[in-house]
Nanobody, 115 residues
Framework: VQLVESGGGLVQPGGSLRLSCAASGNIFSINNMGWYRQAPGKERELVAAITSGGNTNYADSVKGRFTISRDNSKNTVYLQMNTLKPEDTAVYYC??????????WGQGTQVTVSS
């Protein structure tokens, strides 16, 4: 499975961005997909995840601001990020969990929230 992210960039506080992650390869083995992020000097943390059935899970810090979704026909997962804050600045990584279990990662995309 290969994952390619897009959509990162520089945005002002209060702004919005939408990240996309397109999967290719053995896509039929993919179950859960999601997003982690890693800020400088901090550990990688879960942002949001979505199961193959559409159940979602969010970090408390992004609830009500971020929305994860997936389009199985396009093998793509999205992260809509609204009301962005400077503390959301990080490299965002897409992930895909397969059956049999293995976790694949994308290359990461930088999100910078700054005025």
């Amino acid at each position: 499975v290969q994952l390619v992210e897009s959509g990162g960039g520089l945005v002002q506080p209060g702004g919005s961005l939408r990240l996309s992650c397109a999967a290719s390869g053995n896509i039929f083995s993919i179950n859960n997909m999601g997003w982690y992020r890693q800020a400088p000097g901090k550990e990688r943390e879960l942002v949001a995840a979505i199961t193959s059935g559409g159940n979602t899970n969010y970090a408390d810090s992004v609830k009500g601001r971020f929305t994860i979704s997936r389009d199985n026909s396009k093998n793509t997962v999205y992260l809509q990020m609204n009301t962005l804050k400077p503390e959301d600045t990080a490299v965002y990584y897409c992930l895909a969990d397969t059956n049999p279990y293995y976790r694949f990662w994308g290359q990461g995309t930088q999100v910078t929230v700054s005025s």
